[in-house]
C-alpha cells in the first residue's frame, strides 16, 4: 500500500479509530492490532511475501530468547551468525544473486571459460532491505547485552512489521522502538496534530516535489543524447530533489503516522541540502541507515581508529557497501566510492566535524562563504547521483559527457517555470523550518489560524492537483 | 481525543465546501471546452434538456461526420439532431440514449449508423475524459461505463477525486474554458463535415495487419436487441444504416458479410428498416473519403441526400403498403 494512495487514505483513519476506540486502550490488543495492520499494509502489495517477516520475526525472536539465557560465547557468537546467515541470506537471495551471477558469467566469459547458467526471475520483496537491518539490529543489540531480549512475541513482530517504517524505513533501533511496545500509550492531541502537519508536508514532498521533478527527470534521462548539457544539468538538480522530495517525504510521513499511534521515530533527513561539507551531508541524509552502517560495520572495523591505510579501507568499506545497500547494480557501488572520495579528505584532515550545528543557526541568511559551501556540497551530491540515477557507468558517463561540453551554456530546452517556482518556495519553507524536526513543524505557527489553515488548504490543493500519477516511492525498490 | 475530532471536523468541512465548490467550477468550465470533438457539446445539448428532435441520429464517428442534420431537416421538415459519439461502439451510443431521454422528450424516429465495429466491445473507455464533468452521482454514466478502464469506483461518488492526477488534461482545457475568446461550436447540432483529403491511414492500417478480422460481443448484441425492444415499445421508429465504406476497405474487413446478416436478420426480426449504403456507388470514389470509413464533408452531404432520398422512399412504400 502506497502512502500517497486512496487505500492509504481509507486504511489510515480505520486503524486509527480501532486503535484508540475498539481496543479500549489496552496495550495487549493495540500491539495485535498493529501486526495485523502492518501485515495488511504489507498483504496488500503482494501477500505471499508476508511469510518473510513472519520467519524472519519468528528466527530473531528465538534467537534473542536464547540469546538472553546463553553465557557460552562462542554458541552465544553462533546464534548470532545465524541470525546474520538468516537475514543477509534472505537479503542476498532477493536481491544480489542475480548480479552475482551475471557477474562472475561475465568474469569467466572475460577469461576465455563461458559457463551456462540462467538468471533467475525474482521479484523483490518490498522493504526487505529495511526490515532485515531492523531485526539484525535487534540480535546484534542483544548479543551486545545492549538490550534484554523480549518475550513478548506480539510486541517483537510489531517491532518489525510496524506499518509507518515498514517499507522504506527510517530503519528502527530496538532499543528505540521496541521498549515503545511495552508502555501504555495516551493518546495526545498536540503530538497528533503534529503527526499530521508531517504527514502534510511529507506528502506534499512526495506527490509535489518529487513526483513532479519524476516527470522530467525521466524524459532527460531516458533521452540524454537529444538534450544540450545545460538541460542534462538541470534534469541532474531535478533528480537531487526528486530523491529528496521522494525519500525524506516517505519519511516524514512514516514519522508523522507513527505520531498518530503515540510513537516516536528518529529523524531520518535533517535537511541534507543545507550542509557545508560532504560530512555533513553524511550527518544528515538517510540518518538511520548511516548510524546503522556506522554503529554495525564501521566501528566495529576500527572506525577513524589505527592507521591511515586502515581508515581509508574502513571508509571506503561503508559507502561502498552503503551504495550495494541501495541495489545490485555497478551505479549504486560507484554512487558509494564516489561519496568515500568526497568524505576521506575531511576525514583525514580531521574536519569531517567541523559543522555540527544547524547552518546559520542564529541567522536568517547564510554568509557568502556559508552558501558557496552549500552549493559545492549540492554540486558533489548532484555529480553522484547521476550514478544512483543511471541505467548502469556508460548511461552515466555520457550523461556526464553530455554536461561537459558547449551546450551546458546555452538556454536549457525544458524550461518547467511553474516547477521552478515551487522548487524555490520548497527551498525557502525548508530554510526557514531547519531548525525543526521538519520544515512545517514551526512554520506559520506564529500566523494567524485563518491564515494558517489556509496556507494549508493551498498544501492540500497543490497535493491534489499534482497526485494521481501513481508514482511508487524511489525506495521501495532497495 | 474529542477536540481531536472536533478540530478535525472544523477543518475537514470547509475543506469538503470547497471540494464541492471546486468541482462546480471544474466541471463548469470543462463543459465550456469545445475539445474532445464536440463531444462536451452534445453532452450539453442532453443535459440542457431542450432538444425537441423528432428524428435522432445515433451511432460513432460514422454517424457525427457522415449525417447531416440540416440537409434531413430541409427535406423531411423535422427537427434533426446527430447524437453520434465519437470512437465508441454500441454501449456508449446506447448510454448517451438514455442520457437524451432522461432530461428531453424523445425522438419519434432513431436512425442508427451502424458498421461493423458496432457490437465491438473495448476494454478501455474510449476519450473517457469527455465523461468527467457529467459523471458525479450519475446511475447511469456509472452502470455503463464501470466495465471499462478508466474509472476508479469512487470517481463516481466523491467530489474532485475523478480529477486526480489530470492536472495536465485540466491546465489545458480549462485554459480553454476560461480564456479562449471564441467560443465556436465544434458541431452543428451535433455534425462536423470534415474539409479533409485521403490520409494515408489506411496504409498504416495495412502495414500493421493483413487484414481486420471483427469481434463481435455477445452482452453487446444484447444490449442492441434490448434497445430495439425498448424502442418498439415506446413506439420510437428505428432505422439501421449501414453507412459506406470505401471499396478497397471492404476487402481489408474479414467476415464482413456477417455483420450485415446480423443487421439484416435484427431488422426482420424487429420489423424495423435496414439500408446498407456499402453497395451503393458512392464507395467506389476515392475523393469523397478521408479513409475507408469516412466520407468527408462533400462525401457527408452526398450521403446525406442520399439518405434523405431513401428515407423518402421507405415512407412512400410503408404509406402505399398501408394503402
New interface residues.
Partial sequence: MLFNS?DFALFLPLVFILY?FATKKNLKLQNALIVIASYVFYGWWDWRFLSLIIFSTLVDYTIGIYLGKETNKNKRKILLWISILVNLGFLGYFKYYNFFLDNFISAFSFFGHPINARSLNIILPVGISFYTFQTLSYSIDVYRKKLEPTADIISFAAFVSFFPQLVAGPIERATNLLPQFYKKRH?N?SR??DGLRQILWGLFKKVVIADNCAAIVNTIFDNHQDYSGSTLLLGAIFFAFQIYGDFSGYSDIAIGTARLFGFNLKQNFAFPYFSRDIAEFWRRWHISLSTWFRDYLYIPLGGSRGSKSKVIRNVFIIFIVSGFWHGANWTFIIWGALNAIYFLPLLLANKNRNHIEVVAFNKKYPSIKTLLNILLTFGLTTLAWIFFRAENINHAFQYIKGICNTSLFSIPEIRPTDLIILLISFIGIEWLGRRNQYALETFGLKWKTPIR?CF??VL??LI???????QTFIYFQF | ?K??FY?ILV?GL??LL?TFA?DLFISNNLKLSNNYHGEYEVWNDIYKGDIKAEVAIYGSSRAWVQISPEILKDSLNKDVYNFGIDGNTFPMQYLRHLEYIKVNQPPKHIIIAVDFNSFKKKKDLYMYKQFLPYMLWNKNIKTHTQSYNGF?S?DYSLP??R?????AFLKKNLNIGLFSKTKENYRINGYRGMDKTWTNDFDKAKKKMSSYKIKIDPETLKLFELFLTECSKKEIKVTLVYTPEYIEGQHFIEDRNQVIDIFKSLANKYKINFIDFSQNAICLNKDLFYNTTHLNKTGSELFSRLLVHDLLELKKNTSKSIE
Fill in positions: 486512496i484508540w493518546f492531541y497528533a496534530v489553515i494549508y488548504y492540500i490543493f491534489f492537483w499534482f497526485s494521481g500519477n501513481d | 481525543m477536540h481531536f478540530k477543518f470547509p475543506l470547497l471546486l476508479r469512487l474532485l477525486f480529477y486526480l492526477g489530470k492536472n
